[in-house]
């Protein structure tokens, strides 16, 4: 049976044909056609009718009698479609309708991938994607091949299919990054880099001679059981043996006391005593090398432990610097583009000059003259990260790159002068910090979607707060200072939404009805007193509306908002840097890190096995040992105290009479003396006593068993001569006797 909807405008007779077809091809005996009436007047919801049409006729699900139920059926499914796709990360096809059954194909097909480096999560619908692209049968007998992987890649390179994307493959590469290739390994090699891991192994290490003062005397280092009441040092301990004391938050010790914790990457220190984050110089016990390692110190005493200050540190010249980032774009630049890329550093100069350093003095040129009289040769301290990318930002050879991208650390004061000059040859600056790592954040950039590079410029020379041109790919705009970024923000794009700059954070604030968008959820909001950047919708509420995800960068001054559709609440949605990980960074070489590491052993890999086991190898001519505090070191600090604390109670007359205490004092150790005598004589007896016990009891032992020997052997001999006997008479029995034959005859 055919199920179709009379539209008004084909009429029923012009489907006879393809139902005879269908007819034919498919041998069925008839084929009827059900015409539905129509019940709704036109309109321009045909998708929301023909899936409202397919789930009455699949499911029996009730049609939508008139415009205004259509509608919102029409409604709920956008917004459905839309939460689907911010929930996932692709388009979400109907593959139940025509896949096929290509189950175990794909669950085959998935757990091969998986083994190659795809992630879990992506490897079901990688299959699908490979299924779909190169064929089921393709993949099915590449399956059954000798070699899987090799005819899976054979089959997807003729179709230009990637298993296996860019950042997944250098995943793999790097996991298995010093693995030896081959049978055999070769003899010989020497490591030039060991593993490095962030986690550094306290008990590995020790701090050199007056690392740590209190009170203005310096500290030593002790070990995690000399830690008590009374106590004085610091103790370097990792997260795990700190934790009590961190959760308890009570100080242990009178004297000075703290611990240096080693927490492993990503964890944070918390507790309520008083305790500080600090690089602290160490020396790795393995092979004697220095290392600087995050730690923090916690304080356990009633003193305060810290660094010891060196009065006579040694000064550094320290210049303020920046990095300056330049993406040079190969449809701007007006010279021939194949010189420039052989010497892109050298035209860079050109086009900037006051990267170039001009000893004339009164000069007016383009060039740095150091008017600063900053210690430098040159004005381009450092050049590093040079890289030849395609459109998209993808790492391409010198020959075929259209953009060439570069970091120079220069002088903060020649930072402007390149900023202003961004853009000239299709040259565009980007301020950053020292390491190169993050945009400053006292310039922004006011994007334009609809200007161009003259438009750009023309707006750069009437607004004199602008800074610069500014482009990222295909989007252009006008870097400005950030207390002017709303002024040029009113004139590239007057109609969006302004955010100050800053970290943004996201919420989730709805129901909004569903006519609403994004310029009258920023004006309401902004009505609210936040400033806000509607930026797409989210869950739908059924009968309501839907939720919208908004950016923002200050808090909501209320959770729930009162408008005249209704309340609308406010909830957190992603935060900047919340799953930012905390990471412990150690200065030192690889080796020396290595050993430190936790997990790792004492000895170094490369280390001569007979350098180790030289009697004489723990002496190091002209090397200064680290003072480490012996484990009885408290002990004594703890007599000494007690000591101190007996003679200050002592009554002052003793003076007086103590002769006669002292004889008395004589008197008694003598007793003690002579009782100790006595009480070794009658030890060395009742040992004396227990030998001759012991040996005896030995000697009856021997004879015992020497007579049992005897008597064993005694008693076998006459079992054998019993034996023997029987023998003889069974024989002399079976023996046939020469009487009795001649009888029997």
């Given at each position: 049976m055919v199920h179709t909807i009379d539209d008004g405008v084909i009429e029923p007779q012009v489907l006879q044909p393809i139902l005879d077809v269908f007819k034919a091809h498919f041998d069925f005996l008839d084929v009827v056609l059900h015409v539905y009436p129509r019940?709704?007047?036109?309109?321009?919801?045909?998708?929301?009718?023909?899936?409202?049409?397919?789930?009455?006729?699949?499911?029996?699900?009730?049609?939508?009698?008139?415009?205004?139920?259509?509608?919102?059926?029409?409604?709920?499914?956008?917004?459905?479609?839309?939460?689907?796709?911010?929930?996932?990360?692709?388009?979400?096809?109907?593959?139940?309708?025509?896949?096929?059954?290509?189950?175990?194909?794909?669950?085959?097909?998935?757990?091969?991938?998986?083994?190659?480096?795809?992630?879990?999560?992506?490897?079901?619908?990688?299959?699908?994607?490979?299924?779909?692209?190169?064929?089921?049968?393709?993949?099915?007998?590449?399956?059954?091949?000798?070699?899987?992987?090799?005819?899976?890649?054979?089959?997807g390179n003729n179709v230009r299919f990637q298993f296996l994307l860019p950042e997944e493959l250098a995943a793999v590469v790097s996991n298995v990054k010093g693995v030896p290739v081959g049978k055999r390994m070769k003899k010989g090699?020497?490591?030039?880099?060991?593993?490095?891991?962030?986690?550094?192994?306290?008990?590995?290490?020790?701090?050199?001679?007056?690392?740590?003062?209190?009170?203005?005397?310096?500290?030593?280092?002790?070990?995690?059981?000399?830690?008590?009441?009374?106590?004085?040092?610091?103790?370097?301990?990792?997260?795990?043996?700190?934790?009590?004391?961190?959760?308890?938050?009570?100080?242990?010790?009178?004297?000075?006391?703290?611990?240096?914790?080693?927490?492993?990457?990503?964890?944070?220190?918390?507790t309520s005593l008083p305790h500080s984050k600090m690089l602290v110089p160490c020396v790795c016990i393995a092979n004697n090398e220095p290392l600087l390692t995050e730690a923090v110190v916690v304080q356990l005493g009633s003193g305060f432990v810290a660094k010891q200050v060196v009065s006579e540190a040694i000064p550094m010249d320290q210049l303020d610097v920046v990095t300056i980032k330049v993406m040079v774009y190969k449809d701007e630049y007006p010279g021939n583009w194949d010189e420039f890329v052989s010497t892109p550093i050298k035209h860079l100069a050109k086009i900037f000059p006051v990267l170039t350093r001009c000893e004339r003095d009164a000069c007016e040129c383009g060039a740095w003259h150091n008017q600063e009289n900053l210690p430098l040769k040159d004005p381009m301290l450092d050049v590093w990260r040079r890289q030849f990318l395609q459109n998209g930002f993808k790492p391409v050879s010198a020959s075929k790159a259209d953009i060439f991208s570069v970091c120079v650390r220069v002088p903060r004061t020649i930072m402007l002068t390149l900023l202003s000059q961004s853009g000239a040859s299709g040259a565009y600056t980007e301020a950053r910090t020292p390491d190169g790592k993050d945009v400053l954040p006292e310039f922004v950039i006011v994007w334009s979607a609809k200007m161009s590079h003259s438009e750009l410029a023309h707006v750069?020379?009437?607004?004199?707060?602008?800074?610069?041109?500014?482009?990222?790919?295909?989007?252009?705009?006008?870097?400005?200072?950030?207390?002017?970024?709303?002024?040029?923000?009113?004139?590239?794009?007057?109609?969006?939404?302004?955010?100050?700059?800053?970290?943004?954070?996201?919420?989730?604030?709805?129901?909004?009805?569903?006519?609403?968008?994004?310029?009258?959820?920023?004006?309401?909001?902004k009505q609210a007193d936040w400033q806000v950047k509607a930026v797409q919708p989210t869950q739908p509420i059924p009968?309501?509306?839907?939720?919208?995800?908004?950016?923002?960068?200050?808090?909501?001054?209320?959770?729930?908002?009162?408008?005249?559709?209704?309340?609308?609440?406010?909830?957190?949605?992603?935060?900047?840097?919340?799953?930012?990980?905390?990471?412990?960074?150690?200065?030192?070489?690889?080796?020396?890190?290595?050993?430190?590491?936790?997990?790792?052993?004492?000895?170094?890999?490369?280390?001569?096995?007979?350098?180790?086991?030289?009697?004489?190898?723990?002496?190091?001519?002209?090397?200064?040992?680290?003072?480490?505090?012996?484990?009885?070191?408290?002990?004594?600090?703890?007599?000494?105290?007690?000591?101190?604390?007996?003679?200050?109670?002592?009554?002052?007359?003793?003076?007086?009479?103590?002769?006669?205490?002292?004889?008395?004092?004589?008197?008694?150790?003598?007793?003690?003396?002579?009782?100790?005598?006595?009480?070794?004589?009658?030890?060395?007896?009742?040992?004396?006593?227990?030998?001759?016990?012991?040996a005896l009891v030995q000697q009856q032992i021997q004879q015992q068993s020497q007579t049992s020997h005897g008597q064993l052997e005694s008693q076998t001999q006459s079992v054998q001569a019993m034996f023997g006997s029987q023998m003889t008479q069974i024989r002399t029995l079976l023996a046939k006797r020469p009487r009795d034959d001649a009888s029997m005859e």
């Open positions: 019940l709704l007047s036109d309109h321009s919801m045909c998708g929301a009718a023909a899936i409202a049409f397919l789930g009455h006729i699949i499911v029996g699900a009730e049609l939508p009698v008139d415009l205004e139920a259509l509608g919102y059926m029409h409604s709920n499914m956008k917004a459905s479609f839309v939460q689907a796709l911010f929930d996932g990360t692709c388009c979400i096809c109907p593959v139940s309708w025509g896949s096929g059954g290509n189950g175990s194909l794909v669950k085959s097909l998935s757990a091969e991938l998986v083994k190659h480096g795809v992630p879990e999560n992506l490897s079901d619908q990688r299959a699908q994607q490979a299924i779909k692209v190169i064929g089921s049968e393709m993949v099915a007998q590449a399956m059954g091949s000798k070699n899987v992987w090799r005819s899976l890649k054979q089959a090699v020497i490591k030039s880099k060991l593993p490095v891991s962030e986690a550094v192994d306290p008990s590995k290490l020790m701090l050199p001679a007056d690392t740590f003062q209190a009170e203005g005397h310096s500290v030593a280092q002790i070990s995690l059981k000399q830690i008590g009441p009374i106590t004085r040092g610091i103790a370097l301990v990792s997260m795990e043996d700190a934790v009590p004391y961190l959760k308890a938050g009570k100080a242990v010790s009178s004297e000075p006391l703290a611990i240096a914790v080693f927490p492993p990457p990503g964890v944070l220190v918390e750069m020379q009437t607004n004199p707060v602008v800074t610069g041109l500014a482009r990222l790919g295909e989007r252009r705009g006008l870097r400005v200072h950030t207390d002017h970024a709303q002024k040029i923000h009113d004139v590239l794009r007057p109609d969006a939404a302004f955010l100050p700059g800053g970290p943004k954070s996201q919420f989730v604030v709805g129901p909004f009805p569903w006519g609403s968008d994004r310029n009258a959820i920023n004006k309401a909001l009968g309501r509306g839907s939720m919208w995800i908004i950016q923002a960068v200050d808090m909501p001054p209320s959770t729930i908002f009162h408008m005249s559709h209704g309340e609308v609440v406010v909830s957190k949605h992603k935060h900047p840097d919340a799953n930012k990980p905390v990471v412990t960074q150690s200065v030192g070489s690889v080796s020396t890190l290595s050993l430190c590491s936790a997990g790792a052993s004492d000895v170094p890999t490369d280390s001569d096995p007979w350098l180790n086991a030289d009697p004489c190898g723990s002496y190091n001519k002209g090397k200064t040992q680290p003072v480490v505090t012996a484990p009885n070191v408290g002990l004594q600090q703890l007599e000494e105290r007690i000591q101190n604390a007996v003679l200050a109670k002592l009554p002052s007359n003793m003076e007086d009479d103590a002769p006669a205490r002292l004889a008395n004092l004589e008197s008694q150790v003598q007793q003690l003396m002579h009782k100790n005598m006595t009480l070794e004589g009658q030890f060395t007896e009742f040992s004396q006593q227990s030998t001759s016990q012991f």
